[in-house]
C-alpha cells in the first residue's frame, strides 16, 4: 500500500494563511471521504485536527479547515501562529487495508 | 477522561518479540476500535492495523502481515500488539489510537461502522531493536 503523497515542507509569515495537500488515488482518497488530518509537535503524539475532509474535532480552533477535491485533500491554516509549526499527515481509508497515511509536511513559521 | 496508557520502553534483541499494551479508560471499549501507528527515528507516521473492541476483528498492512498480531481484553479494556522477528527497523515509538466507532445492529446482525479519525492517542512506547 502507498503511502499518500504530501510534500515534505512548507513555510509561512505569523497572519497568513497556509495551505498543504495530500494526493492519493481513488482507492483511498479520491473514493471516500473518511480524511483525517494530524499535527504532531515534535516528541509528542498526533494530534487529530480534521476529520471526515472538513470536520473539526470539539476544541480545535476554527483557524483549521479541511476540503477535497478529486483525489486531492487540503488543510488550510488561516492566522498562522508560532505554536502552529508542527508536522502535519493526512490519513485516508483505503479499500486495500484499513488506512493510510501520507509522508508529513513540516511547517515551519517564519 | 477518556485516555489510553501504553506500556513502558523496551529494549530487544534482533529476532525477538515484543508486546505492548493500550489500556483504555473513560469510554466504552467494545463501542471502539483500536488502530496502532509506529513512527520511526526521523520518519513518518505508519499505520500498522486494527483491531475490534467489539469482536476482535482485525485488519493489518500488507507490510507487517505475518509478522504483528493485534489482541485485546475486554475485561481490562487492553489492547495489545505484538511484533516479532524484530529487526533494526522495527526500532520506533509505536502508539495506539482510537479508531472507528462500532455499533452493532440487533435487527440485521450486522454491524455498523463509523469514522471520527484518530481522537484519541497513547503516549508512546518506544520499542529500540538492537543487539
Known amino acids: 500500500q502507498s503511502a499518500l503523497t504530501q510534500p515534505a515542507s512548507v513555510s509561512g509569515s505569523p497572519g497568513q494563511s497556509i495551505t498543504f495537500s495530500c494526493t492519493g488515488t481513488?482507492?483511498?482518497?479520491?473514493?471516500?471521504?473518511?480524511v483525517s488530518w494530524y499535527q504532531q509537535h515534535p516528541g509528542k503524539a498526533p494530534k487529530l485536527m480534521i476529520y471526515?475532509?472538513?470536520n473539526r474535532p470539539s476544541g480545535v480552533s476554527y483557524r483549521f479547515s479541511g476540503s477535497k477535491s478529486g483525489d486531492t485533500a487540503s488543510l488550510t491554516i488561516s492566522g498562522l501562529q508560532a505554536d502552529d509549526e508542527a508536522t502535519y499527515y493526512c490519513?485516508?481509508?483505503?479499500?486495500?487495508?484499513?488506512?493510510?497515511f501520507g509522508g508529513g509536511t513540516k511547517l515551519t513559521v517564519l | 477522561q477518556v485516555q489510553l496508557v501504553q506500556s513502558g520502553a523496551e529494549v530487544k534483541k534482533p529476532g525477538a518479540s515484543v508486546k505492548v499494551s493500550c489500556k483504555a479508560s473513560?469510554?466504552?471499549?467494545?463501542?471502539?476500535?483500536i488502530s496502532w501507528v509506529r513512527q520511526a527515528p526521523g520518519h513518518g507516521l505508519e499505520w500498522m492495523g486494527w483491531?475490534?473492541?467489539?469482536?476482535?476483528?482485525?485488519t493489518y498492512s500488507q507490510r507487517l502481515q505475518g509478522r504483528v498480531t493485534m489482541t485485546t481484553d475486554t475485561s481490562t479494556s487492553t489492547a495489545y500488539m505484538e511484533l516479532r522477528s524484530l529487526r533494526s527497523d522495527d526500532t520506533a515509538v509505536y502508539y495506539c489510537?482510537?479508531?472507528?466507532?462500532?455499533?452493532?445492529?440487533?435487527?440485521?446482525?450486522?454491524?455498523?461502522?463509523?469514522?471520527?479519525?484518530?481522537?484519541?492517542w497513547g503516549q508512546g512506547t518506544t520499542v529500540t531493536v538492537s543487539s
Open positions: 473513560g469510554y466504552s471499549f467494545s463501542s471502539y476500535g
Open positions: 481513488s482507492s483511498d482518497l479520491g473514493g471516500y471521504n473518511y
Open positions: 483491531i475490534s473492541g467489539y469482536n476482535r476483528n482485525t
Open positions: 489510537a482510537r479508531d472507528w466507532k462500532v455499533t452493532p445492529n440487533l435487527e440485521t446482525a450486522s454491524l455498523a461502522f463509523y469514522y471520527y479519525g484518530m481522537d484519541v
Open positions: 490519513s485516508s481509508y483505503t479499500s486495500d487495508t484499513l488506512e493510510v
Open positions: 471526515d475532509v472538513s
